[in-house]
């Protein structure tokens, strides 16, 4: 499985980017994928997950700013960030795993083992 990122940028707070990914060789009928951040100093966190049903999981920090979002016939993965903050910069990851998680996983990033190189995320007060 290769994961490749991109629309990562700089932008000021409040303004809007939308990140995808691009996914080939995930050919399973059940995967769980999502969006992970790390900023300098800080842990890896759970952003946003979408599974093979289309469930979806947000965190709370993102929760009505952020909608998570898959085009399976073109293998993609996509984030759309709104009404970003300071705090939502970081380095975006995208991951992906089979078979899906239970919900109360799929926002921990240690339970994926396919994830792309990232596309850095800046934003500005």
């Known amino acids: 499985v290769q994961l490749v990122e991109s629309g990562g940028g700089s932008v000021q707070s409040g303004g809007s980017l939308r990140l995808s990914c691009a996914a080939s060789?995930?050919?399973?009928?059940?995967?769980?994928m999502g969006w992970f951040r790390q900023a300098p100093g800080k842990e890896r966190e759970g952003v946003a997950t979408?599974?093979?049903?289309?469930?979806?999981t947000y965190a709370s920090s993102v929760k009505g700013r952020f909608t998570i979002s898959q085009d399976n016939a073109k293998n993609t993965l996509f984030l759309q960030m709104n009404n970003l903050k300071p705090d939502d910069t970081a380095m975006y990851y995208c991951?992906?795993?089979?078979?899906?998680?239970?919900?109360?996983?799929?926002?921990?990033?240690?339970?994926?083992?396919?994830r792309g190189q990232g596309t850095q995320v800046t934003v500005s007060s």
């Open positions: 991951a992906a795993r089979s078979p899906k998680l239970a919900w109360w996983s799929r926002l921990n990033p240690n339970n994926y083992n396919f």
């Open positions: 979408i599974d093979s049903d289309g469930y979806t």
């Open positions: 060789g995930l050919t399973y009928s059940s995967y769980s």
